[in-house]
């Protein structure tokens, strides 16, 4: 099946800096790469996504970029905030199996003030 | 809209009780899905729906079963619950087009003792 790699497990920025998580993914049909932030207590909510005809997408402060090649997609999240503060889940979906997504292991990341 | 909604938010159960966990999306969504997270395990996909009127395993569907209602509602049941079935449990729908975008519900807490 679809194999999704998520690094690294865990990341602390200081405030204003640049976080950036990278995923693998084993499926080369794969067409389609979402990431998720769940805040403590809450479901996760997509955040942004990336589709296969395109190399990178940007929205305000995050941006994802994608490399089919290689088979690998990352987040990267400018002038961190606080409310940054989440676990971070990469996603993709298996083709051979009805395009369900397989997650990442997800990103706990810390932004400190 | 609500979106992706679930009942209840907490639960408590010994070993051997049974229960069933609600789902319902006002988004006309044609597929839907339930998640189980566990510590370190990301999140793993236990059954799905398609569409209305079919239902299919996921990863890990030992131990559940599933019925989708109807388009909007798609529940959950342990039949007879184990300690392993101690998670947090989210629910998902999805447009089921080329892109499997997914959008989460809240999530229940379930402790079985």
């Known amino acids: 099946g679809e194999n999704v790699e998520q690094h690294p497990s865990t990341l602390s920025v200081q405030e204003g800096d640049s976080a950036v998580i990278k995923c693998t993914y084993s499926?080369?049909?794969?067409?389609?790469f979402p990431w998720y932030k769940q805040e403590l207590g809450k479901g996760p909510q997509l955040i942004i996504d990336i589709r296969s005809n395109v190399g990178e997408k940007k929205d305000q402060r995050i941006a994802v970029t994608l490399n089919k090649t290689a088979k690998h997609f990352s987040l990267h999240i400018t002038e961190t905030q606080p409310e940054d503060s989440a676990v971070y889940f990469c996603a993709a979906p298996f083709k051979a199996a009805g395009n369900k997504l397989t997650f990442g292991g997800g990103t706990r990341v810390l932004v400190k003030p | 809209n609500a979106g992706v909604t679930q009942t209840p938010k907490f639960q408590v159960l010994k070993t051997g009780q049974s229960m069933t966990l609600q789902c319902a999306q006002d988004m006309n969504h044609n597929s839907m899905y339930w998640y189980r997270q566990d510590p370190g395990m990301g999140l793993r996909l236990i059954y799905y729906?398609?569409?209305?009127?079919?239902?299919d395993k996921g990863e890990v569907p030992n131990g559940y079963n599933v019925s989708r209602l109807n388009k909007r509602e798609f529940s959950l049941r342990l039949e007879s619950a184990a300690p392993s079935q101690t998670s947090v449990y989210f629910c998902a729908s999805g447009a089921s087009g080329v892109y499997n975008e997914q959008f989460f519900g809240p999530g229940t807490r379930l402790t079985v003792l």
């Open positions: 729906s398609a569409s209305e009127g079919t239902t």
């Open positions: 499926d080369s049909a794969s067409n389609y």
